[in-house]
DNA sequence: TCGCAGAGTGGGAAAAAGTGGGAAATCTAG
DNA sequence: CTAGATTTCCCACTTTTTCCCACTCTGCGA
């Protein structure tokens, strides 16, 4: 499971070091190689195994469908392989940092068997978002959401 | 399985560079040969082999549905044979160019076993859409989706 | 406190890919 | 049959990518 948030900079050709302590766990998964989509706003870092679930689930789905049909054409559209460097580096396409709005000082989240790489200004608009919400009280949560206990 | 996008340029002379690291596999399914159609707003480029695969599917389509037929006529019909030349380019004729309003800046997106060829203004077009659909909270999705895990 | 080791960062050079243009070949129309 | 136009093929230049090396910084132990 990756956890935990880090600073991370990408540097001036668009390349990430990923945090030592996921290297050897990356290398054993998928022999250091990944691939990088987009969210709505961030982008995604899978394992090659773990993307490849990701992608039969996607395909699978109803391709008359408009949504189904878009979050194909994003999710697989954008994802890139990419293979660590030997200074456990990856390079993030152009394409994604432009989609992603990622210039040079982001924050990579460890979620489970995936990160999510935020460009440091975006993220930090998210909290401010997600303080608001809390303040005015928008929380019509479904029922899964209802009855977790933290 | 194709995927990724590529910022690719068309040249004054309808000439389309595909990415190097789909070449091989081009090669390998197809021999170099692809065809190119249309879809609504973009361009479809495909292997040989999986066109002729789609190709017979539009064609056994009931042709008295409307719909079916238009397919049948737009996809078919507008379906044009190339071979990558020596530098792994292939033309696009001038018809399909002005089809999918392709200048000179379009994008191509990996979609499985196919590709997508977006104008690059249209594309972000699409971005804009999808990103405000998600705002608005547009979420009639299918149960395919609700219970997707990305 | 100093120095060493591991991690992070930047940059240069070789190689590969992308781009544009010209010449030869083919086609079309008069 | 010929002249013009279009297509095809190939060559050369430019840009990008990739690989590798070197320097810096931080944290830990001596």
Redesign the interface.
């Known amino acids: 499971m990756f956890r935990g948030a880090n600073k991370v900079t990408v540097d001036s050709k668009g390349r990430l070091a990923i945090p030592t302590r996921y290297r050897e766990r990356i290398g054993q998964r998928s022999d250091g190689q990944l691939?990088i989509t987009v969210d709505?706003q961030c982008l995604?870092i899978y394992p090659l195994p773990d993307w490849e679930e990701?992608?039969r689930?996607l395909?699978?789905?109803?391709s008359l469908?408009p949504?189904?049909r878009?979050?194909?054409?994003?999710?697989?559209?954008?994802?890139?392989?990419v293979t660590l460097d030997s200074h456990g580096r990856v390079l993030l396409?152009?394409?994604?940092r432009e989609?992603a709005a990622i210039d040079r000082q982001a924050l990579l989240i460890g979620q489970g068997n995936?990160f999510e790489l935020w460009d440091e200004a975006r993220w930090s608009q998210r909290i401010d978002e997600w303080l608001e919400d809390e303040q005015t009280g928008e929380s019509d949560l479904p029922p899964e959401l209802e009855s977790l206990s933290l």
Chains 1, 2 share one sequence.
């Open positions: 691939v709505r995604l990701i992608e689930k395909i699978r789905l109803p469908h949504q189904a878009r979050l194909q054409q994003f999710m697989v559209g954008y994802a890139s392989d396409a152009k394409e994604l989609f995936k």
